[in-house]
């Protein structure tokens, strides 16, 4: 277990992840932002990618389980990205559809951004969202996180423009 809200266990990706995490990375509506749904071979390299993370950086984006039934509703957590010419931490969350407008991802960034602070010792989280996703310009809102700054990611041959929130380490 790596941290718990009210509602939510946070804990490592495994392999027994992978049905939840298809129905999730292949819904076409849940990955708009990232260009459509996943094939078989991205989200087994999207597991791959997460294991490597808590290897190498001792993060990455959780397994987020709803606690009353034991079931993964999402992913989130931190990851090092590259942001306006930085190399920051950022919290990232990615929710099964069927689970959305319940709370959970605002709910699990803010246990995220609050780890991030307190166990790693950050000075600033960040959260990229793309230009179109208000429901995660939302989320990244309510966690009391303003704009920094616009940047164009590539990925899967598209440019998409994206906003940089940012929140800094709440005064002692």
Known sequence: ????????????????????????LQDGDTMTAYEGAFDEQMVRSWLSRMRERYRDDGFGLWAVVLR???????????????????????VGYLFDRAHWRRGYATEAAAGCRDHAFTALGADRVWAQVRDTNIA?????????????????????????????????????
């Open 68 to 90: 009353e039934s034991g079931q993964m509703i999402g992913q989130c957590g931190l990851t090092r990205q590259h942001i306006l010419d930085e190399d920051v931490i950022e």
């Open 136 to 172: 995660s310009m939302n989320v990244a809102i309510r966690l009391g996180m303003t704009v920094r700054g616009r940047f164009i990611k590539h990925y899967r041959g598209v440019d998409m423009p994206h906003l940089a929130f940012a929140i800094d380490r709440p005064a002692e």
């Open 1 to 24: 277990m790596i941290l718990r809200t009210r509602r939510l266990d946070l804990r490592e990706l495994t392999d027994d992840d992978l049905p939840a995490l298809r129905a999730i």
